[in-house]
């Protein structure tokens, strides 16, 4: 069974007084922090990859909903066509923008609420060019293929993006995990060596000087590598 909410905390505390009384201070709290923010991480995994799966296919969706408009159909019954033909997790999304138009919430209301859920840049000239269409009455058809076109340039200059960012994400990986793998090996290499880094004042200040050290380097290398588009 998951463990969830306050179990993680409890856990956390657990292990930090099994980890204080077996080695010692720092490696309780190391133990302790990972136990806690290990599942936090994974979650934030899971909805960054719901996210992504959402904007590639909301593509597909935008232009389904310009054919559906082009083939007759008003814009209520091409949200429903889409929650028909499309898979998780856009299906169930629009479903739920769908519920709110039929319990009386308004077109607009509906998708401003879809909109503030999942800031995404796509969605939101989706739902601007909607609104505005239906105000204005223009031909919502050939807007949302404007729309479409748009996307599709914009997930093309994303891919390219990704690629040149790649290789420094690469790098600032393998350069932040390298000084672990050089303590572990060093640990078994020969440990009279590296014990006093764990069992010291000195040696612990020097781990927690060199963690944080470690820690901003990440954070400088994620800030120069994920690029606003």
Same mark, same amino acid.
């Given at each position: 069974? =998951?463990? #969830?909410?306050?179990?993680?905390?409890?856990?956390?505390?657990?292990?930090? *007084?099994?980890?204080?009384? *077996?080695? +010692?201070?720092l490696c309780a709290f190391?133990?302790?922090?990972?136990?806690?923010? *290990?599942?936090?991480?994974? +979650?934030?995994?899971?909805?960054?990859?719901?996210? &992504?799966?959402?904007? !590639?296919?909301?593509?597909?969706?935008?232009?389904?909903? %310009?054919?559906?408009?082009?083939?007759?159909?008003?814009?209520?019954?091409?949200?429903? @066509?889409?929650?028909?033909?499309?898979?998780?997790?856009?299906?169930?999304?629009? #479903?739920?923008?769908?519920?709110k138009i039929m319990l009386?919430?308004?077109?607009?209301?509906? /998708?401003?609420?879809?909109?503030?859920?999942?800031?995404? +840049?796509?969605?939101?000239?989706?739902?601007?060019?909607?609104?505005?269409?239906? &105000?204005?009455?223009?031909?919502?058809?050939?807007?949302?293929?404007?729309?479409?076109?748009? $996307?599709?340039?914009? %997930?093309?200059?994303?891919?390219?993006?990704?690629?040149?960012? !790649?290789?420094?994400?690469?790098?600032?990986?393998?350069?932040? !995990?390298?000084?672990?793998?050089?303590?572990?090996?060093?640990?078994?290499?020969?440990? &009279?060596?590296?014990?006093? =880094?764990?069992?010291?004042?000195?040696? =612990? %200040?020097?781990?927690?000087?060199? /963690?944080? $050290?470690? /820690?901003?380097?990440?954070?400088?290398?994620? #800030?120069?590598?994920?690029?606003? @588009?």
């Open positions: 069974m =998951m463990l #969830k909410g306050r179990s993680f905390i409890y856990l956390s505390i657990a292990i930090f *007084f099994v980890f204080l009384f *077996f080695f +010692n201070l190391v133990a302790a922090a990972l136990t806690f923010g *290990f599942p936090k991480y994974l +979650n934030y995994k899971k909805q960054r990859l719901i996210k &992504e799966k959402f904007t !590639a296919q909301l593509l597909e969706g935008v232009e389904l909903i %310009a054919g559906s408009l082009r083939s007759g159909m008003t814009f209520q019954q091409a949200v429903a @066509y889409l929650v028909k033909e499309l898979p998780q997790p856009l299906a169930g999304e629009f #479903k739920e923008l769908q519920d009386g919430s308004s077109v607009e209301n509906s /998708l401003l609420d879809l909109s503030q859920k999942h800031k995404d +840049n796509s969605l939101d000239l989706l739902v601007t060019s909607v609104i505005i269409s239906r &105000e204005t009455g223009g031909n919502l058809a050939e807007v949302l293929s404007k729309v479409s076109l748009n $996307m599709r340039e914009n %997930a093309g200059l994303e891919g390219q993006i990704k690629t040149l960012t !790649a290789q420094g994400k690469l790098s600032g990986l393998i350069v932040g !995990a390298l000084p672990f793998v050089l303590l572990i090996f060093l640990y078994f290499i020969d440990r &009279e060596l590296i014990l006093p =880094m764990f069992t010291t004042l000195p040696g =612990m %200040a020097l781990l927690i000087l060199a /963690l944080i $050290m470690e /820690l901003t380097g990440a954070l400088i290398i994620k #800030k120069i590598t994920d690029i606003e @588009y």
